[in-house]
């Protein structure tokens, strides 16, 4: 006699101040990822908007806004721009390696100058030893750190520079969270350049796309996101491929200076005029 098939139980958080959008909350709807489908279910629902965080995957569900959409590279036609040209050689030295996810002292020192550096003020900023191996082992799913180092002397490694939590699903690669030194003055873009790594390494595992998580239009940090040509999203309608002219308008947008992106002319709350936001 064949089991019955066991449907995921889903709970919704409470509203909490939204990390991306001033002004706004955020609220997710989530499930736990465990047993011996746990690969299968975490596939299924990265298909429809889901993101892994250790033995949990959610989606936003947030009652008064849809600002939050799930993007992802159609890595077999992705074609280089000149400055992500620049980017891989720049940094086609480092030596990359897929490493089984168990969470290392040098991986947490890296973290915690890239959070000191780059978010100083974010809800990881505070993460400990163990909240790192949480983050890294905590894994009922087929996943993978890719380590980035500069070449070693010798038969000794090299720095380490970069890193990435990754899930490895039947479509494509799931970037989790990546990582990397931001001080280093002649290495340009390597946060980039672990995104492009990422989607050459799709190539390599014969999957079609790299999912990047949720891009935010209107928010400074997941800007960059938009810059990986082509780009799909996920609509009520399902996976959409972004159209070139409004990616395009997007990537110059994301490109300009802060000063010009500040004093974008915005909506005015009547909708029968326009307001400016002034550059702090």
């Not at 990546?178 to 995104?195: C, H, T, V």
Request: glycine share 8%; aromatic share 10%.
């Amino acid at each position: 006699m064949t089991a019955p098939i066991r449907f995921p139980r889903f709970f919704v958080t409470s509203p909490a101040p939204c990390p991306y959008l001033p002004g706004k909350s955020e609220r997710k709807v989530f499930t736990e990822l465990r047993g011996e489908s746990a690969d299968e279910l975490n596939e299924a629902l990265g298909r429809i908007g889901f993101r892994r965080s250790q033995t949990v995957a959610y989606r936003p569900s947030c009652l008064d806004c849809q600002a939050c959409v799930s993007v992802r590279v159609v890595a077999n036609e992705f074609k280089a721009s000149s400055s992500q040209k620049r980017t891989l050689k720049v940094n086609d030295d480092l030596v990359v390696s897929e490493c089984r996810p168990w969470a290392t002292d040098e991986q947490y020192e890296l973290l915690r100058k890239y959070l000191a550096h780059r978010h100083p003020g974010g809800g990881m900023a505070e993460m400990d030893e163990s909240d790192f191996a949480d983050m890294v082992e905590h894994t009922p799913v087929s996943s993978y750190v890719v380590e980035y180092r500069e070449p070693g002397v010798g038969s000794e490694p090299g720095r380490l520079v970069g890193a990435c939590l990754t899930d490895i699903q039947g479509d494509g690669l799931s970037m989790i969270y990546s990582f990397y030194d931001p001080e280093i003055e002649d290495r340009a873009g390597l946060g980039n350049f672990i995104i492009l790594d990422h989607i050459r390494r799709a190539g390599a595992h014969g999957v079609p796309y790299v999912y990047l998580g949720y891009w935010v239009e209107g928010s400074d940090r997941m800007q960059y996101k938009v810059r990986y040509r082509p780009l799909e999203r996920l609509t009520r309608g399902g996976w959409e491929r972004m159209p070139e002219t409004e990616q395009k308008r997007l990537i110059a947008a994301a490109t300009r200076p802060r000063e010009q992106r500040d004093a974008e002319p915005l909506p005015a709350k009547d909708g029968s005029q326009r307001e400016y936001k002034l550059a702090d």
